[in-house]
């Protein structure tokens, strides 16, 4: 298992576009981190787009993308939700949603061809954002007293975690964030002043 994932760029919407016998597909990509940042953007999208047929979408959270749903919304099943989620899938791209606008142009286009023509909005819209490489870290609690503070900063400068919270006092606290694949290594080396 891997502690690096690909996720899309925070506060940029990727944008695509496809059509198809006068059917008009348009796909708008978003980082997401959580189900319910997902149903918000899809309910806003429903709320400006309230003149088109379809409002159809897929997302992925977690390092992993373990955690996924897709709908068709009234389109026939398996013909929407699914080639956007797998574009996500063969993108390796998680921790995003992607959200199809579907205005109907009076031509059925047939299940291969919506399956087609989510596929390809979804691949345009991806190919117009862009991603980053992020970490799964770990948090890492320690405490220690005020004559170890020079051990432990030196720890910290050497490994480089994020420092998320700090007191010092007669007893010092920090908190640090690392990446997952570190977090033993900084664990055992925070352990060992407390021994030495």
């Known amino acids: 298992m891997t502690d690096k994932y690909k996720t899309v760029k925070k506060n940029i919407i990727g944008e695509g576009f496809y059509s198809e016998?006068?059917?008009?597909?348009?796909?708008?990509?978003?980082?997401?981190?959580?189900?319910?940042?997902?149903?918000?953007i899809v309910k806003g999208y429903k709320k400006k787009y309230y003149d088109a047929r379809h409002?159809?979408?897929?997302?992925?959270?977690?390092?992993?993308?373990?955690?996924?749903?897709?709908?068709?919304?009234?389109e026939p099943s398996s013909t929407a939700g699914r080639p956007i989620l797998g574009q996500l899938?063969?993108?390796?791209?998680?921790?995003?949603?992607?959200?199809?606008?579907?205005?109907?142009g009076g031509v059925n286009l047939g299940t291969g061809g919506l399956i087609?023509?989510?596929?390809?909005?979804?691949?345009?819209?991806?190919?117009?954002t862009e991603t980053e490489e992020k970490f799964v870290e770990?948090?890492?609690?320690?405490?220690?007293?005020?004559?170890m503070m020079n051990d432990v900063m030196?720890?910290?400068?050497?490994?480089?975690?994020?420092?998320?919270?700090?007191?010092f006092d007669n007893t010092c606290e920090i908190t640090l964030s690392i990446r997952q694949s570190q977090a033993e290594?900084?664990?055992?080396?925070?352990?060992?002043?407390?021994?030495?």
């Open 55 to 74: 409002c159809c979408y897929a997302y992925r959270l977690g390092a992993q993308g373990e955690d996924f749903r897709m709908n068709d919304d009234g």
């Open 185 to 196: 290594e900084l664990r055992t080396r925070l352990k060992k002043l407390s021994f030495e």
């Open 116 to 128: 087609v023509a989510y596929r390809s909005a979804t691949e345009d819209a991806l190919e117009h």
């Open 154 to 167: 030196k720890i910290v400068k050497d490994m480089n975690p994020r420092i998320i919270d700090q007191k």
């Open 21 to 40: 016998k006068r059917s008009k597909f348009l796909a708008f990509v978003h980082h997401i981190e959580t189900a319910d940042e997902a149903q918000e």
């Open 138 to 147: 770990e948090r890492i609690h320690y405490s220690f007293t005020y004559p």
């Open 89 to 104: 899938v063969s993108a390796e791209l998680t921790d995003v949603l992607v959200c199809v606008i579907r205005y109907y």
